[in-house]
């Protein structure tokens, strides 16, 4: 274990982010939840917490200097020192090609490889004998822009010279299992696919915690792809929707076929995930199903709505910096 336990990590707020700090609060680790919206990052540093970690929020924009350099003197000031910083690229794509903006492209670049240079070079400046490991975005069939981006990212860590390893007897603080270094370790690591929830996403976080703890000693400028389980399907991710659909139905049911000799204070519950075909009722499976038809169709909705709102934001963008778009949306 690392002489120092404090860990700051970027975009706590959701997806690898969010999974990675939880990891690290479980492990009790200090974690610093750093994330452009200041409530997410409270929420998570809350739940770092619970599973006994030290955790702070802090509101912070990875793609400007001055946010960082704050940062980076605010753990300083509370910690008085850092082990090291997992930076989660959360920016990603799923425009095609062919269809990729001028503006979607700049703004790529921002949140991939600007803030990876600004989380590096302020690591380089508070300690320069830590560990960094940058999470890259997934590849995307048909996505060349962000197959650039990762090779932006591996090419950067792999430019840092490789730090040397000291003598474990010249050191006297250091611990007796420990193999001290000097010089910035800095890795990436690439998921098979978007972000899930920590559950799915747990091999990420192992990932991340290797090469960032004494295991890791000695391994720099590498990328390592990590192949994650399939996400959860539609129907895992309504399921206490689904749950509450049928059992307010057995137990409806369950009430009117209690035996006397059961308490009254004791109160039929059944496992929905136990429940076999036989078991349904048709007003069973039609409550499922209407749940798992809303659920879809909201989804969908939200989707539609967010993907025409970054259009939007991306055409506006692209019109303040270079005037009005064509009318077949084509960049002049």
């Known amino acids: 274990m690392e002489r120092a336990k404090v860990v700051l990590v970027t975009h706590v707020g959701e997806g690898f982010g969010r999974a990675v700090a939880l990891g690290y609060g479980q492990a009790g680790y200090d974690v610093v939840c750093a994330d452009r919206d200041v409530d997410l990052a409270a929420r998570t540093a809350a739940e770092v917490e619970e599973l006994g970690g030290q955790a702070i929020p802090l509101q912070t924009d990875p793609t400007s200097a001055l946010d960082l350099t704050a940062a980076f003197g605010k753990v300083l000031e509370i910690f008085g020192s850092l082990s090291g910083v997992v930076h989660v690229v959360a920016r990603d794509s799923v425009t095609p090609f062919e269809r990729l903006a001028e503006s979607e492209l700049a703004e790529l670049l921002d949140e991939a490889v600007k803030s990876s240079v600004l989380v590096l070079r302020s690591m380089q400046r508070t300690a320069p004998d830590g560990w960094v490991v940058l999470v890259a975005p997934p590849p995307r069939p048909g996505r060349p ?9 591996a090419r950067l860590a792999a430019a840092f010279p490789p730090p040397s390893l000291t003598d474990p007897d010249d050191d006297e603080d250091a611990p007796a299992d420990a193999v001290p270094s000097r010089g910035l370790r800095v890795n990436v690591v690439v998921p098979s696919r978007p972000a899930a929830d920590p559950r799915h996403d747990l091999a990420l976080v192992h990932a991340v915690r290797l090469l960032g703890g004494q295991a890791g000693v000695g391994v720099h400028g590498t990328e390592i792809a990590v192949r994650l389980p399939p996400p959860p399907t539609v129907v895992e991710a309504l399921l206490p929707e689904v749950r509450a659909a049928l059992d307010d139905r057995v137990r409806q049911r369950d009430d009117e076929d209690e035996d006397d000799d059961v308490p009254e204070d004791v109160e039929p519950t059944v496992d929905a995930d136990a429940l076999d075909d036989e078991q349904l009722d048709d007003g069973s499976v039609v409550a499922a199903r209407g749940a798992l038809h809303r659920w879809m169709r909201a989804a969908q909705e939200e989707r539609a709505a967010a993907e025409e709102r970054v259009l939007r934001e991306g055409r506006a963008a ?7 778009a064509d009318p077949d949306g084509a960049d002049r």
């Open 145 to 153: 822009h962000l197959a650039a981006v990762g090779g932006a990212l």
């Open 318 to 324: 692209h019109e303040r910096r270079s005037g009005p």
